[in-house]
């Protein structure tokens, strides 16, 4: 076994600390990969505090990793020592179903293996994320990363990036059409920018004035105020697609209704109260709301080529692992612009 | 004008009663129809009741009418006198906007006139329905039936059939995919037969089994009662598309999860309290609800050649007019198989 360590969540709602734990030795087909940067996700935060129904503990979070191979198994091809390389949400499937066969991992039939927080179809136990000075995983699973980029600044693509890129690709998003960003956080900015990448019109909208300049600078074209009623409604009818990036329980119904005929609106955000939906809202256009979940790994490497292409990185804010804590706080606030990235040199 | 005489409820959710009335006197590009029969809509009741915000009194309802052609103005060219001709739930739009042009006149972006409880384009004054011996109405609204089937059960393809007709073609349902209904009353048992029709295989889901004999005996392969959460839970993930024509309020959530990766639901039905909607059934199989409402007159045209085409009508229960207030009250006790229909002789 490889001794790694890392900082973890020891039992439900503990405080991260520093952690000791071992990672499997390599297989065949797998790749050692030091890790350099992991981003910090909002769904990490409800994972340590066991929001989302029984996690496994003690826990090491963080699913946005970008590092340095190590070292590599014999039948790997893809990948050498010194290469860069990520990893995402995932880290195993079966890779044999029809969703697999797609390339739709993250809507694997017999389910995928999450990278922490989630059991090794092997049973030889728990994954271990990010928050970590190294991690081992399938080759099928790592995604190749650029050196044109800030590497600190890629590593939110992993899950914020291909989350957003995913659904925008899927529905079609293209030069021209009309796209609204529901919240500008981490998921919302990075939608912005990808967006405006693929020449949309693009529309924040945001509770927060204080936003506007930001979003604005980022890449959209107009920002909505969405307390503003008169503002909102000014948008009736227009959109040809809205991107809900919002995990806070929040009015599906206006947004639904500033649809064009045809429209469609793709959540990615999991509010812990489900919302009201009024049916009409749907009829009245023939408009659509649909659920977007990740994104595939063929699909996360076309984002990250795509993201190279466009010179498309995360705005962030680096931090060492042992403000992590002290991160999430802030980022319960909304106090993060718009990602925070731990240097995993801190550890 | 030409004098009319008809059912109307004079206010608010009194009983319908004999009314006398004026229709319009024919224009150029109108069609004077000497109505047959006329199917009862439960959204009738809606509006003689007043349910659906404020409507216009006295109120004919109707929209499901079929019968002779009476008289033609000057410039009508595709019904002559003596032609069989049906009404639907549409008398005008604006026939310029994108959408009307498209033929989608039901999403008309300046409002179309319903053919009851509507305010006339040119400000004439009120629609009235098909509870009455004739309308008279715009050639382009009218629609040519078949005379190879039974008259009185054509009138609910009008409304009944088209609603249902038009999310089915529109999402592409085809053979051999599997697709579910979700009731089985005036929509639901039209469903059924036209999706039999388009080679699907049709899982009707009732809260009655009393209603599986009949569901089968129309077309549908499979009956799943609804409230038995293990037949639902054995079709999980395995729909292509399922159909929602129910009104009364109810879970949308199990019925998303039984859809596969990629499936649409689709809402027909207006209950009259939101359901609450959990996001994590859209997202969990990138899944989309959506709305349908009507069909377009084009469209409505080419369901009605596709019945007859296919043989398929309504099934029915003929009433005489003066059984109106009687058979109400049935309908919201679901004692109805499957659609009534007036007998305009009896007027």
């Known amino acids: 076994m490889i001794k790694a360590k890392g900082f973890a969540a020891i039992s439900p709602k503990s405080p991260l600390e520093s952690f000791q734990f071992e990672r499997r030795n390599l297989r065949d087909n797998d790749v050692h990969i030091e890790i350099q940067y992991c981003g910090v996700c909002h769904s990490d935060i409800h994972q340590v505090r066991d929001e989302w129904g029984p996690g496994i503990f003690p826990m090491v979070p963080g699913h946005e990793i970008v590092g340095r191979v190590l070292a590599v198994g014999a039948q790997v091809t893809k990948f050498k020592i010194g290469d860069l390389a990520g990893v995402g949400c995932m880290v195993d499937a079966c890779l044999d179903c029809p969703s697999c066969k797609e390339g739709l991992e993250q809507y694997c039939e017999n389910g995928f293996v999450g990278t922490y927080n989630g059991k090794e179809k092997d049973g030889t136990g728990t994954t271990h994320g990010g928050y970590s000075n190294s991690i081992v995983t399938r080759e099928e699973f790592c995604l190749t990363i650029s050196s044109n980029l800030n590497l600190a600044a890629v590593s939110p693509l992993l899950c914020a990036g291909i989350t957003t890129y ?131 790994i063929k699909e996360t490497q076309e984002m990250l080529d795509f993201c190279a292409k466009h010179n498309i990185v995360s705005d962030i804010e680096l931090i060492p692992i042992q403000k992590i804590n002290e991160a999430y706080e802030r980022m319960i606030k909304g106090d993060v612009k718009y990602r925070f990235v731990i240097d995993m040199k801190s550890l």
Do not use: C
Not at 234 to 255: Q, R
Not at 269 to 277: A, N, T
């Open 166 to 296: 995913s659904p925008l690709k899927h529905w079609k998003v293209s030069k021209g059409q009309k796209v609204g960003v529901i919240g500008f956080g981490g998921l919302g900015h990075m939608a912005v920018k990808l967006a405006h990448a693929m020449e949309a019109h693009v529309v924040v909208f945001t509770t927060s004035p204080s936003k506007a300049a930001d979003a604005l600078r980022l890449g959209a074209h107009e920002v909505v105020i969405s307390k503003d009623m008169t503002q909102m409604k000014n948008h009736t009818n227009s959109f040809d697609f809205i991107l809900d990036t919002v995990s806070a329980p929040h009015d599906y119904n206006i947004y639904l209704t500033l649809l064009r005929r045809d429209g469609n609106m793709v959540l990615v955000g999991l509010p812990d109260k489900p919302p009201e939906l009024y049916p009409g809202a749907l009829i009245m256009g023939r408009r659509k709301l649909g659920g977007s979940l990740i994104g595939g």
